[in-house]
């Protein structure tokens, strides 16, 4: 019931609440080379090294913060471009380590033949949407972050001949990974979108959209949407990867439902950039977006009989990992929330309704800050997947979108390129 203390969650009060409340929580994740793992108190784990993943995603929010007017975003937003333009980039040989070198010092690692962090695509889909935000909110420097975060991906990940992201190299660009992943795939579609918005280079969209195409309306279309996630390099599915660890928090085995509802809302964003750049848009990525939620829905909330998505069913639809994830709520919102947007159907308004209830009573944690991150089966509080709080990226985002209108991006949102309730 809303209380004159308690606004209906999702609605435009409670949304701009939350969103301040999740800056608040992230600003403690600062550490000097870049923003840390937080835990579940919203301390920075001191045992876990400066990722990119995180401090890139970190970098992005405070980015749209800045943009939102907070006063304190800029210099967190500016403390983030600096980590990703110094301690976590490759100075000598270009591109970004998954993580800040043990030692910080990676020319005397290499001099001592000392291990590195890899380079992968995941991490730097992150560099670029930061870049790419922190560019579209005049941070300095982040144009110039930019510009080599995407010659890095032009060169060594984009594979021409495949239309697609290549997953990793070592740190010393000598050995990639016999493997192709539709998780970092799927998160260059959305950095890529936000390059397009930063450059205005509308050939960053196209790639987007042959990714998509690949992806969604080839491989997932082709399994009744469901969506493989790990390919050989030739891009052939692996429906048994980590059969055997089911539950790694990047590449479960199985379907993960909440990368469909992440794809259906990005297919979206994608429509309208070939819109805004003039050129027709396929009507299967609308047809595709509601394909893939409405699978999504029917298939992985509630299965087990307890409110909330499932984080993994197998091929048969079962579920495998049935940990509740605060990320797959979040898209889940915000998917709904857009085809409700494009498509006017009042449905999907009354699924955003719903799950944001069910994310305000479960997931919010008022007594520490930001979300809980996991849940068991029976909605209480876990870690058996993902421990802390190490991000609030899905979250923040879930509660702008809404604010600020659906655009191409919500950076490009927040900068008044265009948008539409």
Known sequence: MTTSTHPAPGSPSWLAAEERRLVDFAAGAAVPDGFGWL???GGVEPDRPTETWITARMTHVFSLAHLRGDARAAELADHGVAALSGPLRDAELGGWFDAVP?????????????????????????????????????RPG??????EALGVFDARFWEEEADCVRESWDADWTVTEPYRGANSAMHWVEALLAAADATGDTDWTRRALAVAERLVHGVAAAHDWRL????????????????????HPFRPFGSTTGHLLEWARLLLHLE???????????????????HLFAHAVRRGWGVDGAEGFAYTLDWEDRPVVRQRMHWVVAEATMAAWALAVRTGDTAYTERYERWWDYADRFHVDREHGSWRHELDPANRPG?????????????YQATLLPQVGFSTSIAAALRGTGGSR
């Not at 005397?108 to 560019?135: G, H, I, N, T, W």
């Not at 982040?142 to 510009?147: F, S, T, Y």
């Not at 819109?275 to 509601?290: K, N, V």
């Not at 870690?383 to 979250?395: E, I, L, T």
């Open 272 to 290: 309208l950039a070939l819109e805004r750049a003039g050129e027709t848009a396929p009507a299967w990525l609308r047809a595709d977006a509601e």
């Open 102 to 138: 043990e030692g910080g010092d990676p020319a005397r690692a290499r001099e001592r033949s000392q291990a590195l962090p890899d380079k992968s695509a995941y991490p730097l889909s992150f560099v670029v949407l930061a870049a790419s935000s922190a560019a579209l909110a005049a």
């Open 383 to 395: 870690g058996a997947v993902w421990s802390g709080k190490p991000d609030v990226y899905h979250a």
């Open 39 to 41: 835990d579940a108190k």
């Open 228 to 247: 493989p996630e790990h390919f050989t390099p030739d891009w052939r599915p692996l429906p048994d990867y980590n059969r055997d660890h089911p539950d």
């Open 142 to 147: 982040a144009r110039e972050l930019l510009d």
